[in-house]
């Protein structure tokens, strides 16, 4: 049988070794001129090793170089495998520092859904909207209302000296309690010309306060000059209660205010005009009063014993 060709690995192997044994050989002749020992011969010099023990060695040698191909391969392969390593650490160093609803806080808007195998075949599931857990932020049904009945009350000044129902067929003047500035009966007069005995109620809301009629009736007198002695005036017929015939009268009050007529018809609650200064007077007031057969009584008795 023709013998096998020889590896280009084992040949390069023979040329490394023939160059390198050509290379003793001539520095030893070198070192033998050196030191005198000239007379060894060609003849006395090793034989070259046979070409079995020479294929050995480059196989050896050529055996030696594929190991540490292959290891330097494997270190090669394995770096990827390290880096990979590497980032899982971190990863999972990062999912044990972070809380999960922090890495996606969205999934609280998400509804969550759960399944449970009783039976091969039988599955139930049941599904659950976070909205349905959760509880829901809701307004109150309890709603806020103003002491007074109308914006146009807002400002006026409030007092416990009387309380009004607004649904009532005879009310105060006004529909909340309001400071008394001067009450029914004697006094000093306040200012030249103003009398010594107070034949009305001095209510005292505040000036542009609306001032309303106590009870239906019809409009008897409206006095518009400022100048007269109970200023801007209306005076309201009532008719006959207990027996007695009502009037009411609401004086010295704005000037340019009055909102009803001579002869009108009114009803409770309905705007008469608004507090003001005119008149004898010190400052912006109702001064209010009660006839009862023509003659002045206290507003605030009678109105305390039928106001409804």
């Not at 010099?45 to 020479?54: D, F, T, V, Y």
């Not at 659950?128 to 806020?144: E, F, G, I, K, N």
């Amino acid at each position: 049988m023709p013998e096998p060709a020889t590896p280009p690995q084992t040949r390069r192997a023979l040329r490394e070794l023939e160059r390198a044994r050509t290379t003793r050989r001539k520095r030893g002749q070198g070192r033998r001129a050196a030191t005198g020992r000239a007379g060894q011969t060609d003849a006395a010099r090793p034989a070259p090793a046979p070409a079995a023990r020479i294929e050995r060695r480059s196989t050896v040698r050529a055996s030696r170089t594929v190991r540490v191909d292959r290891a330097d391969g494997a270190a090669r392969s394995s770096r990827p495998l390290t880096v990979a390593a590497f980032l899982f650490a971190v990863g999972l160093a990062a999912t044990s520092a972070v809380p999960m609803l922090a890495l996606g806080q969205s999934a609280t808007a998400a509804a969550v859904t759960a399944a449970s195998v009783q039976s091969p075949e039988r599955v139930q599931a049941w599904k659950v909207s976070m909205s349905s857990v959760l509880p829901q932020a809701s307004r109150d049904a309890y709603t806020a209302e103003l002491a007074q009945p109308s914006p146009a009350f807002a400002g006026a000044a409030h007092a416990p000296t009387f309380s009004n129902d607004l649904n009532g067929t005879i009310q105060w003047p006004f529909p909340f309690g309001v400071p008394i500035a001067s009450p029914f009966g004697p006094r000093i007069a306040p200012t030249e010309g103003a009398s010594t005995f107070h034949e009305g109620v001095d209510f005292d809301p505040g000036a542009g306060t609306p001032i309303q009629i106590i009870m239906a009736g019809v409009v008897e007198t409206v006095v518009t000059n400022p100048h007269d002695p109970l200023g801007v005036h209306v005076v309201v017929d009532h008719g006959t209660i207990d027996g007695q015939h009502i009037e009411s009268v609401y004086a010295e009050m704005a000037p340019g205010s009055v909102r009803v007529a001579a002869g009108q018809k009114v009803s409770v609650g309905d705007l008469v005009g608004l507090v003001g200064i005119s008149g004898i007077s010190t400052g912006a007031h109702l001064h209010f009063e009660l006839h009862l057969d023509g003659t002045p009584v206290d507003p605030l008795a009678w109105l305390r014993g039928h106001a409804n």
